[in-house]
């Protein structure tokens, strides 16, 4: 039995026997059928909708076990329908009220917070590179040091590699340089992927040229090169910033082709 095919295995079952109680609902002692169909319905709705898209769910404990409680809450309002499960629910007032109300209040309370949840989590998401998972260019207005050096660097040939390798050695090479980021930066430092082949740190002040040299280190006989620019900033000049370090690697790339037409200085 497949995951797809679940939900609606379930749902027929629960129509089944839905039809069932409503269509001898006098002989089993149902007071209203309508009532009976109305909860029955809910039940199987929330019950598909559950079914398929509980794999998303689990990724967020507190919308699951308020999924998993207002399914249960649901499925208790159908039983009370019953006339004898009905008889012991007006014995005992204070369970039934703690099992039908108190039990979908909890249950909307762990949804409102497990959304929440999903929605921090989701917006997270959306400043990280999917390929590098390095921050991407939305989160630069987040930038945790209050004075910094930028380091803007560009790739060399990838467009090269891509056409003679293949995307996925591109690929292999863009994650290599960003593990190699990653590993260089320092409590509150932090790394970008801006684009195809261009990156951004920001380290704290004056220790731009330490990590530069971590980088060599860490891709030492690797076939990577690249080039850099430099700027010290602070928040309020980022976009200064960035286009003055933008200008400084290039010049760099220019004096690198100079220096090495076919390989560039900083191979490593």
């Known amino acids: 039995m497949t995951n797809k095919k679940m939900p609606f295995i379930v749902v027929t079952i629960l129509f089944i026997f839905l039809f069932v109680c409503v269509f001898f609902y006098n002989d089993i002692g149902f007071e209203s059928s309508s ?3 109305f909860e029955g319905l809910t039940l199987i709705l929330l019950t598909y909708i559950f079914l398929t898209t509980v794999n998303a769910f689990k990724k967020y ?3 699951y076990a308020g999924a998993c409680l207002l399914l249960f809450n649901k ?3 159908l039983l009370t329908e019953f006339p004898q499960i009905e008889f012991y629910a007006d014995h005992f007032e204070v369970i039934d009220t703690l099992l039908d109300d108190g039990s979908l209040f909890i249950a909307f309370l762990l949804i409102a917070v497990g ?3 999903m929605m921090q989590m989701l917006a997270k998401q959306t400043m990280k ?3 590098t998972n390095l921050y991407n ?5 987040e930038i945790k040091l209050t004075e910094f050096d930028l380091i803007y660097f560009d790739l060399n ?3 090269k590699v891509n056409d003679l390798k293949g995307h996925q050695v591109g690929d292999l090479m863009i994650i290599r340089f960003s593990q190699a980021l990653r590993n260089a930066c320092l409590k509150q430092e932090m790394a970008f992927r801006v684009g195809g082949d261009e990156f951004i740190v920001t380290t704290h002040k004056d220790r731009s040229s330490a990590f530069i040299k971590h980088i060599h280190e860490q891709l030492c006989n690797e076939q990577i090169s690249f080039a850099y620019g430099i700027k010290t900033s602070t928040k309020d000049d980022l976009e200064n910033a960035l286009i003055c370090s933008d200008k ?7 004096e690198q082709k100079k220096e090495h037409p076919k390989k560039c200085s900083d191979s490593i």
């Open 35 to 37: 009532d009976l169909g």
């Open 61 to 63: 404990p507190f919308l």
């Open 75 to 77: 499925a208790y309002d």
């Open 115 to 117: 959304i929440t949840q």
């Open 129 to 131: 590179d999917e390929l």
């Open 137 to 141: 260019r939305r989160k630069l207005s």
């Open 157 to 159: 040939d990838l467009k």
């Open 248 to 254: 400084r690697m290039y010049d760099m790339k220019e």
